[in-house]
């Protein structure tokens, strides 16, 4: 009895530890918005981070575009992304080739530039942006992709700047 109970606690600790070490190996990429700019958005720096203990490999941001309001232009449309819907994903991803990056290891962290994906011969002040940004990444030695988005929306401050907020 007390030699099936002993079994019965072991195997529930082997369960426990099992499961405890895949979240702790689990990924871990982050995309972190730019810290509030005076009313000049573009270009804007996002920064990609590994906080995991895993290392990554094969890693290629995208941005995908739901709206992008520019001002001070005369006669700029506004650009809406293919596929967009107000709070609802984004269909159509574009990949910037500078922005690819072979690994990114355990606390590393690499910037990426809106203005890369824009294309704009000089910065052009943004009224209102709406965007996602979206890793795809191996992990160390697996032959699986896995892709993480993180959506951003720019809002006016009341000190004049712009301030981005992820959703």
């Given at each position: 009895?007390?030699?099936?109970?002993?079994?019965?606690?072991?195997?529930?600790?082997?369960?426990?530890?099992?499961?405890?070490?895949?979240?702790?190996?689990?990924?871990?990429?982050?995309?972190?918005?730019?810290?509030?700019?005076?009313?000049?958005?573009?270009?804007?720096?996002?920064?990609i981070?590994?906080?995991?203990?895993?290392?990554?490999?094969?890693v290629?941001?995208?941005?995908?575009?739901?709206?992008?309001?520019?001002?001070?232009?005369?006669?700029?449309?506004?650009?809406?992304?293919?596929?967009?819907?107000?709070?609802?994903?984004?269909?159509?991803?574009?990949?910037?080739?500078?922005?690819?990056?072979?690994?990114?290891?355990?606390?590393?962290?690499?910037?990426?530039?809106?203005?890369d994906?824009?294309?704009?011969?000089?910065?052009?002040?943004?009224?209102?942006?709406?965007?996602?940004?979206?890793?795809?990444?191996?992990?160390?030695?697996?032959?699986?992709?896995?892709?993480?988005?993180?959506?951003?929306?720019?809002?006016p401050?009341?000190?004049?700047?712009?301030?981005?907020?992820?959703?």
């Amino acid at each position: 009895m007390i030699r099936r109970l002993i079994k019965i606690i072991g195997f529930s600790f082997s369960i426990i530890g099992a499961f405890s070490a895949v979240v702790t190996l689990l990924p871990r990429v982050s995309v972190s918005p730019p810290s509030p700019e005076a009313s000049n958005i573009s270009p804007t720096f996002f920064l990609i981070s590994n906080s995991g203990i895993v290392p990554l490999t094969n890693v290629e941001p995208s941005v995908g575009l739901c709206k992008l309001k520019f001002s001070d232009i005369a006669n700029m449309p506004v650009l809406v992304g293919a596929g967009c819907r107000p709070g609802g994903p984004i269909a159509t991803f574009m990949k910037p080739t500078i922005w690819a990056r072979s690994d990114l290891g355990l606390d590393e962290h690499y910037t990426i530039a809106l203005q890369d994906f824009l294309h704009l011969q000089s910065p052009a002040p943004i009224d209102y942006a709406d965007i996602s940004i979206s890793v795809d990444y191996q992990v160390w030695m697996m032959p699986w992709h896995f892709n993480k988005s993180f959506r951003f929306k720019t809002k006016p401050g009341g000190d004049g700047k712009i301030y981005w907020y992820a959703e």
